[in-house]
């Protein structure tokens, strides 16, 4: 370390603004209405500048109509009117959308020229729809949705997958699109194998290659970079606009790799405890 010079504890994560959109409150899904409240504190106590926003319950919170036509009304406030406001709030300067729960993957639809990330928990009443599985049958009207879902995913930017199992079923259906992730890894040799078993025993088809001979090709073809925090490397993703997750080479002269940064682009920092475990 130099005399005098200090490396800081904070990182910078995250330099862009960013939209959540949760579920309407008349859905009464609570396990979803907390995720997307932590979601919004977890960002903003980062010291990142976040909003959230939710479909309004105007018609859908009419109960005495019964259930069923409740459930209707509700379809009313969420694709009628929530679209409308959703377009003032892109409109008012946002550089990432995050649906926060995949049943609401259809507003993907209504981003522009902003990436949107979506959180999948399961594909359940997906794959009922499809007759996949027998205990979550879909009605005609719920077959319909369930290919809405579908087609939003499909729109997304990135799909983040909440489990193992929820990778595979995204994965095995965003085939009927060309796939929701292709994984492209350069390890060097003397991990390439063991690397490449680890994804297949996680289900995962990745291509696991010793070293990547066309760098331009990769990073055209790439929509997340996952990466060290190196200059060069730096360089390249800012002239070519490429969101990144950087993991800095803890043993870098001075740890300078942790004191970057990459422009008003999405970037998460992380740190290493020890080679092999990321903590934020």
Known sequence: MRSGYTIPQVVPVLLIMVLLIGNSPADQQQSMQRFAIMMLTGLKAA?????????????????????FAGKWLGYIDKFVFFPRQLQQKLRSGVDLVHICDHSNAMYAAQVENVPVVVTCHDLLAVRGARGEVADCPASPTGKYLQRWIVSGLRKASTV??????????ADTIGRLGGGLLRVVHQTGEADRE????????????????????????????????????????????TALGKPAVLVPYPYAADDHQRLVKHGR????????????????
Do not use: H, N, Q, W
């Open 194 to 237: 063991s690397v490449r078993s680890r994804y297949a025993a996680l289900g995962i088809a990745a291509d696991v290659r010793a070293f990547i001979d066309d760098m331009a090709a990769a990073y055209a073809a790439a929509d997340l970079v996952i990466c060290r925090a190196g200059a060069t490397t730096l360089a390249e993703l």
């Open 160 to 169: 983040v997958c909440a489990s193992v199992a929820t990778l595979r079923d």
């Open 265 to 280: 682009r999405a970037v998460a920092m992380f740190r290493l405890k020890r080679p092999g475990f990321l903590l934020p």
């Open 47 to 67: 010291g990142v500048p976040a909003k959230a926003v939710f479909p309004p319950p105007f018609f859908g919170r009419i109960r005495f109509a019964g259930r």
